[in-house]
């Protein structure tokens, strides 16, 4: 069966402060990976997405970056937080290119920034 | 562009009773499909139920079942014999064949179910 792991949980940092969030997916190679972000009470907003190693697009400019190291594995980062950055950002899997794939989502990390 | 649109904010019903979530989509895709997904209140999301635009047939998985209106951009999400445990945030979304690696999520409408 295929996971998807989330670190860290929450975060809380400090405006200006570098920030790196990662997912891991095990039990399924070469997924199609994707990075979503949610303000509190809000919409779903896809940031990234990479269909495979190296390879990472962005979708919306929000001053983060992502990266893909691993087949399984995906990074978000950024070198200094916004006050904006703050919400619930969600790492999500598909098994394959399909516009019909249904997506998998993680547990989430929660991120506040003061 | 493509577009996502759930007016309802929040709803609450009684348990046992039958809800039905408004969504409606802008694209200029002749193919296009619709998801619909369930976030409950630790943050879990997950996928419910899809239609795609090339089919006649509503889809219907469990009490889960759409309400496919094409020719007016709408895909209602209907949930029979509600329980307490569909209390969760719902969100419609819809991903298009000329840009297919990206999911537009509508703003998600708030179900309350009650005893």
């Known amino acids: 069966a295929q996971t998807i792991h989330q670190w860290p949980v929450a975060e809380i940092k400090a405006v200006g402060s570098p920030l790196s969030l990662g997912c891991t997916i095990k039990g399924k190679s070469s997924p199609n990976l994707y990075w979503y972000w949610q303000a509190t009470g809000g919409t779903l907003q896809q940031l990234f997405y990479s269909i495979t190693v190296g390879q990472v697009e962005s979708v919306v400019q929000l001053n983060l970056s992502a990266s893909r190291p691993k087949d399984d594995q995906f990074i978000l980062s950024t070198e200094k937080l916004l006050l904006s950055h703050s919400g619930f950002y969600l790492c999500?899997?598909?098994?394959?290119?399909?516009?019909?794939?249904?997506?998998?989502f993680g547990h989430g990390t929660k991120l506040s920034v003061l | 562009a493509q577009k996502v649109t759930q007016t309802q904010t929040s709803i609450s019903v009684v348990e046992k009773t039958t809800v039905t979530m408004d969504c409606v989509y802008e694209?200029?895709?002749?193919?296009?499909?619709l998801f619909w997904y369930k976030q409950t209140a630790s943050g879990e999301i997950v996928f419910l139920i899809r239609q795609d635009s090339y089919k006649k047939e509503n889809a219907t998985v469990g009490h889960y079942s759409l309400n496919f209106q094409k020719p007016k951009s709408s895909i209602g999400l209907i949930i029979t014999a509600t329980q307490i445990e569909d209390s969760a945030v719902y969100f419609c979304?819809?991903?298009?064949?000329?840009?297919?690696?990206?999911?537009?999520f509508g703003s998600g409408t708030k179900l309350t179910v009650e005893p």
């Open positions: 979304a819809m991903r298009s064949m000329s840009n297919y690696n990206v999911l537009y």
């Open positions: 999500a899997w598909s098994p394959d290119r399909g516009p019909n794939e249904r997506l998998f």
């Open positions: 694209t200029r895709d002749s193919s296009y499909f």
